[in-house]
């Protein structure tokens, strides 16, 4: 029983043996090929680039698979809870949705949700690039990338009327907004002008 363990021993650290030689033999050919053949290294370079533009277009698969679900559940979710127009209810839409929002936040995995209803407390706040700057800095940075996401997707009336250069400051102070670098006086996320 002793010379069956001695000798696999023996044949487990020769292959074990073999197997290093082996990687280091490859490891100085293919330092050599690398250093010495030109259409070795040509060939590298094919394949490093091939691999870029591979992620590359995975990780714009990605954004647009990421954007069409972002629009699909906006869509839903609108469908299902529209945003009330009525001036007499803007103060109570907007305190309700980002109370809901905040505590949607908190909880890992409702970062949509959660998106979704400060994108509706957006819609009926007076100054959304004030309001993107406080979201800005105060709501975590996959939630207010999904609020940006539904922006862009489906701008509320207010945001879109401020885009298109009615409201006063036009699209600079929203793309200050966005950037964060809003230098406007704030107001706290709970006051609301009528």
Do not use: C, W
Not at 116 to 143: C, H, M, T, W
Request: net charge neutral.
């Amino acid at each position: 029983m002793s010379q069956n363990s001695g000798a696999m021993q023996r044949i487990i650290a020769l292959s074990g043996v073999t197997a290093v030689v082996a990687l280091a033999g490859y490891a100085v050919y293919f330092d050599h090929q690398r250093r010495n053949n030109p259409n070795f290294r040509k060939s590298l370079k094919r394949k490093l680039k091939k691999h870029a533009e591979q992620e590359k277009l995975e990780k714009e698969r990605a954004k647009q698979l990421k954007l069409a679900q972002v629009g699909e559940y906006l869509s839903a979710e609108l469908a299902k809870d529209p945003v009330s127009t009525d001036p007499s209810q803007r103060e109570s839409v907007f305190t309700s949705n980002v109370e809901l929002g905040e505590k949607l936040a908190s909880v890992p995995g409702n970062e949509l949700e959660s998106a979704s209803k400060f994108y509706k407390a957006l819609s009926v706040y007076p100054n959304p690039a004030d309001l993107l700057g406080i979201y800005q800095r105060s709501v975590p940075e996959a939630v207010y990338e999904y609020i940006v996401l539904m922006i862009a997707i489906m701008p509320p009336v207010n945001v879109s009327t401020f885009l298109s250069g009615s409201a006063q400051g036009g699209a600079a102070a929203m793309a200050q907004a966005v950037a964060g670098q809003s230098g406007s006086a704030e107001k706290g996320v709970g006051e609301i002008d009528e």
